[in-house]
């Protein structure tokens, strides 16, 4: 809830997202399926996919598209899972991402390959973290109400711009 306060007061408009457990009442998850292979071995992706990403909130700004994964502390495996969704399943993320547009009515992510994809993990302040790496940000939240950005965010897409 943090989060989305954090970024609603800085003129993000939430798109999609999944709070843990899938409890989410406010948003629809974002599911970027693999479209060749279903959970059940078959070529029918409506079954779910077998490398099925769901990234834990989506918001846009502008041309810009947070993508964000957040846990209380730093997660390793968060900063894989969203490396992959925006390198070797780029291609599955637009699919999902016009998919999600039409259905879900919002336009404003058409045309998705116009938006600048933005790897973010989020988590509390105090956590032990590596440096940022390159292409990526982290928001760490210090309060309910107070975080800040490094990386990306802080140098090239200021999340306090309006």
């Not at 071995?41 to 779910?48: A, E, F, K, L, Q």
């Not at 291609?91 to 045309?111: G, I, S, T, W, Y």
Request: with cysteine; charged share 30%; aromatic share 6%.
């Amino acid at each position: 809830m943090a989060l989305r306060r954090f970024l609603r007061e800085r003129h993000w408009q939430l798109i999609a997202g999944e709070f843990p457990g899938g409890s989410d009442h406010e948003l629809y998850p974002l599911n970027c399926v693999d479209p060749t292979v279903a959970r059940d071995g078959s070529p029918d992706p409506r079954r779910h996919s077998l490398g099925e990403l769901i990234p834990d909130l989506v918001a846009l700004r502008r041309d810009d598209l947070f993508i964000g994964e957040a846990k209380v502390t730093y997660s390793e495996s968060d900063r894989q899972k969203l490396e992959i969704l925006v390198t070797a399943r780029r291609q599955d993320l637009l699919r999902a991402l016009r998919k999600f547009a039409v259905e879900r009515n919002f336009p404003a992510l058409l045309p998705v390959e116009r938006l600048r994809l933005l790897p973010v993990l989020v988590f509390t302040a105090g956590t032990p973290a590596p440096p940022v790496p390159d292409g990526f940000s982290y928001v760490v939240l210090e309060s309910a109400n107070k975080g800040r950005a490094e990386g990306l965010l802080a140098s090239e897409v200021p999340i306090d711009a309006g």
